[in-house]
T-cell receptor, first 116, second 112 residues
C-alpha cells in the first residue's frame, strides 16, 4: 500500500490567499485525522472524521479553517484567508478499527505551509 | 497546564547508551499510552502502545506506564545512531477512538 498521501508537500503563499491541502487515506481505513505541528504548540488535532462524518472539530482554530471529506478516499483542509500564524506542517492520518485494542493512526508525510 | 508534559530536550547520548524518555499527564481517564517516533521532515510512526499500567517490551524498546504517578516512560537499550529522531508520547481516553493527545516530543541524538 502507498500509505497516506498528502499534497502538496510544500506550499508557499501570501497572506490573504486561500490554501487547500489534500489527503488520500489508506484504502479500507474509516477514520481520518488532520493535525497541525509547530515548534511552539507541538502536534495538535484539528478535526477527525469517522466514515466520512466529522466527529470532533473542536481543534479547528477559527472559522478561517474548514475541512471536508466527500468520500472515503479523499479529504481537504482549507484555510481562507491564510495568515502568517498558520505557517506549520499539516499532517493527515488515517486508521481502522482494531479488535481488543485502540486504533493505530498512520500518518502521511505532511504539507509544509509557509504564509508570507 | 498542558494535559501531557514532555521535556523537549534535546537529549544527546553516545551509541550503546540506555535512553530514558518520559511523559507526565494530568487526566487519570487516559487508558492507552503510545510512543511515536518522528524522523526529520517525516510523519510520526507508531512504535508501541500500552493499555493501562504495566510494561511492554519490543526488541530494544520497553514502554512503562505508572498510572498511580501519571507517568510513562520509554527505554531504548543499546541505542543506535538510527534511533536519532523525535519521540512523542500520546494518550487516548478509553472508548474514545481517535482523539490522541500528544506530548511536545523529545529530540534524541545518538552519536556514533
Amino acid at each position: 500500500d502507498a500509505g497516506v498521501i498528502q499534497s502538496p508537500r510544500h506550499e508557499v503563499t501570501e497572506m490573504g490567499q486561500e490554501v487547500t491541502l489534500r489527503c488520500k487515506p489508506i484504502s479500507g481505513h474509516n477514520s481520518l485525522f488532520w493535525y497541525r505541528q509547530t515548534m511552539m504548540r507541538g502536534l495538535e488535532l484539528l478535526i477527525y472524521f469517522n466514515n466520512n462524518v466529522p466527529i470532533d472539530d473542536s481543534g479547528m482554530p477559527e472559522d478561517r479553517f474548514s475541512a471536508k471529506m466527500p468520500n472515503a478516499s479523499f479529504s481537504t483542509l482549507k484555510i481562507q484567508p491564510s495568515e502568517p500564524r498558520d505557517s506549520a506542517v499539516y499532517f493527515c492520518a488515517s486508521s481502522f478499527p482494531q479488535r481488543g485494542g485502540t486504533d493505530t493512526q498512520y500518518f502521511g508525510p505532511g504539507t509544509r505551509l509557509t504564509v508570507l | 497546564q498542558k494535559e501531557v508534559e514532555q521535556d523537549p530536550g534535546p537529549l544527546s547520548v553516545p551509541e550503546g547508551a540506555i535512553v530514558s524518555l518520559n511523559c507526565t499527564y494530568s487526566n487519570s481517564a487516559f487508558q492507552y499510552f503510545m510512543w511515536y517516533r518522528q524522523y526529520s521532515r517525516k510523519g510520526p510512526e507508531l512504535l508501541m502502545y500500552t493499555y493501562s499500567s504495566g510494561n511492554k517490551e519490543d526488541g530494544r524498546f520497553t514502554a512503562q506506564v505508572d498510572k498511580s504517578s501519571k507517568y510513562i516512560s520509554l527505554f531504548i537499550r543499546d541505542s543506535q545512531p538510527s534511533d536519532s529522531a523525535t519521540y512523542l508520547c500520546a494518550m487516548i481516553l478509553s472508548g474514545n477512538t481517535g482523539k490522541l493527545i500528544f506530548g511536545q516530543g523529545t529530540t534524541l541524538q545518538v552519536k556514533p
